[in-house]
């Protein structure tokens, strides 16, 4: 029989042990994310110049760029945000705030947990067999917006619900008891207090979409586009007048798959490419993840129920 | 006295905003048709899969019995064969090896977050970590054919430059944030009272992180273990860049392989002709890794359900 300070001791070892490999795993995995961030930069940094930003992609290594890739993530996210973050606040706002618990509501519900683990590539077929095919949209900006629209949207409205259930029940009892009608009460106090936790949600999303490549590559995105889509209101070499939405169908490439045709190409003079686009994505994911973390830390700070 | 019966006061006039205005009930069906929209997505996503799948199973070269127990996967170049059991093989064995790195690795930082760490470190630490799953996983796959192939080649000299070794370890980096967060969330949930309990017991931290906390939090853990392992099965980009591309029926995870992801990425990547059978292809293919996430899925809801501790 050991005795009682044997055994504390002995635990304390086990807690001490413990400790040091729960820290040690923590700072490895954080190691491996510098490593792949040294390697990005170590390999990509001597491509990254202001050329590499303005030059289209090439066949010729000295001359491509990212320049069409770049403005299609753009447009893309464009139509992303634009669809997704009212549907996607709507419904959040809907199942949250207006549904009564019923057998519709509950499938709802469970519907879209079940998408959130939907794989993206799932959303690429779906995309490639309704909407370019079945809905003749193309493979065009606004088929790829539309499709990570789909894919990012449980992520709004689960963001949405949450925001809107850190919000008080007195809240809402106080504006009822003010007379206010239910959509007053949403608008005037319930979105603009869950505004912070619905904009870091949107932005998180957002951030998944830009790095998205399989999807994209489904619906046949292509890999070399030497133009920009038109600009709307402009003039086409021809003289033709272009009206305001016509950029939403041209074709359109995105960082991600632009880098993952250079990464196919490895051990040619590309592989600098690829490393140079990654260094410009992970930039777009950092700012836009710092960005979130800064949103949600500020709101946490300023409101106190 | 004969005042003391007080008259009720007459309400005041409601204003025009209270009661079923046409404009209140207008945005609540716009805000359901919204919620319901979700549905519609699921419905197309069965829809396009089912219906191309069926499709792909009339074709006369193709047998639902071959595709099932075949052995050989060959859509595109003949003899054409329609075994879809080398896909699935490299889907496991890609997704067995994350899950080797992430749940270990997961759930001991979860523990450490969660038991150990001072408040300050946990609340740094959280959110970069789950940078790691922030990452685009075409960067990743970059990450593992530049630097982690390399790497391991030089350690095992006879590794081929592609496999699924690589892959899956890179996954499993990338899935850890998915354990290690939800598994913490879970457990800073119970109640501090059992800690507490355990404490006076004379118990250690660790063994009151072991064998109070962890069973306590065991539905959210197993949750954050199919959502993992859900991640994994349908991983895409890192596998079509350092798994190898070329289906192969094989539990060695050193050798090269194809996924089911990494199959429909391929084949997209090409000019195939709308309604020809490699098309249709991708579809069944689809249809194959939509049933094995939806089953992770749902086991994850019911773990959820059935292991609910109610405090």
Not at chain 2, 135 to 158: E, K, M, N
Request: with cysteine.
């Amino acid at each position: 029989m050991d005795d009682l300070h044997t055994i504390i001791r002995r635990g304390q070892l086990w807690d001490r042990a413990f400790r040091w490999t729960g820290a040690g795993l923590t700072v490895l995995c954080l190691g491996v994310l510098a490593l792949l961030l040294g390697d990005l930069v170590y390999e990509g940094a001597r491509r990254l110049d202001w050329s590499f930003i303005t030059n289209y992609p090439s066949y010729r290594p000295e001359r491509a760029g990212i320049l069409s890739p770049l403005v299609g993530s753009l447009l893309v996210m464009i139509v992303t945000g634009l669809t997704a973050v009212p549907l996607g606040i709507a419904a959040g706002v809907y199942l949250e705030e207006y549904a009564r618990k019923n057998w519709f509501t509950t499938i709802i519900e469970i519907n879209i947990s079940n998408l959130a683990g939907v794989p993206s590539i799932i959303y690429g077929l779906m995309a490639l067999g309704l909407l370019v095919y079945q809905f003749r949209l193309g493979t065009s900006i606004l088929t790829g917006g539309l499709t990570l629209a789909m894919l990012i949207l449980p992520i709004v409205i689960v963001a949405t619900r949450e925001a809107l259930r850190a919000i008080p029940q007195y809240i809402r009892e106080a504006a009822y008891a003010l007379g206010a009608t239910r959509w007053q009460v949403v608008s005037n106090h319930l979105l603009p207090y869950s505004m912070g936790g619905i904009a870091t949600g949107v932005i998180i999303a957002l951030s998944r979409a830009i790095g998205e490549t399989a999807p994209l590559v489904t619906i046949g995105a292509l890999t070399y586009i030497a133009f920009l889509p038109p600009a709307p209101f402009s003039v086409t070499r021809e003289g033709a007048s272009v009206g305001p939405t016509e950029w939403l169908m041209s074709p359109f490439t995105v960082l991600p798959i632009q880098m993952f045709n250079w990464v196919s190409r490895a051990g040619t003079d590309f592989a600098a490419h690829a490393a140079a686009t990654g260094i410009v994505l992970m930039a777009i994911t950092l700012t836009m993840n710092a960005v979130a973390i800064a949103v949600r830390y500020r709101v946490r700070r300023r409101i106190k129920w | 006295m004969s005042a003391a019966v007080a008259r009720p006061v007459d309400p005041l006039p409601l204003p025009a905003t209270v009661g079923a205005r046409p404009v209140e009930r207008l945005l609540e069906v716009g805000l359901l048709l919204a919620a319901v929209f979700s549905i519609f997505v699921t419905a197309g996503i069965v829809y396009v899969l089912v219906y191309d799948s069926i499709l792909f199973f009339r074709q006369p070269q193709v047998t639902v019995r071959e595709f099932l127990t075949g052995r050989e996967w060959t859509p595109l170049f003949e003899p054409q064969q329609f075994g879809i059991m080398p896909l699935v093989s490299g889907t496991l064995v890609t997704t067995a090896v994350a899950l080797v790195v992430a749940m270990p690795v997961g759930t001991i930082i979860a523990i450490w977050l969660s038991e150990f760490a001072p408040h300050r470190v946990r609340e740094s630490v959280k959110p970069v970590l789950e940078l790691l799953s922030a990452v685009p996983t075409v960067v990743y796959g970059y990450f593992a054919i530049s630097f982690v192939g390399p790497g391991l080649q030089s350690i095992f000299p006879g590794l081929p430059a592609f496999n699924m070794l690589i892959a899956g370890l890179v996954m499993g980096v990338m899935i850890v944030p998915y354990v290690s967060s939800l598994s913490e969330d879970a457990m800073r949930a119970v109640p501090m009272i059992l800690r507490e309990g355990s404490y006076a017991m004379g118990a250690n931290r660790l063994t009151t992180a072991l064998r109070v906390v962890f069973p306590a939090a065991i539905s959210g853990i197993a949750a954050a273990y199919t959502l993992a392992m859900s991640r994994a099965v349908g991983e895409t980009m890192i596998v079509a860049i350092a798994a190898g591309g070329k289906p192969n029926l094989t539990i060695d995870p050193t050798e090269a392989a194809a996924t089911i992801t990494a199959y429909i990425v391929q084949v997209s990547q090409g000019d195939l002709p709308h309604r020809s059978v490699g098309y249709e292809s991708i579809f069944a293919a689809g249809l194959t890794l939509f049933v094995m996430t939806l089953g992770f899925n749902l086991l994850g809801a019911f773990l959820r359900r059935r292991f609910r501790q109610v405090y």
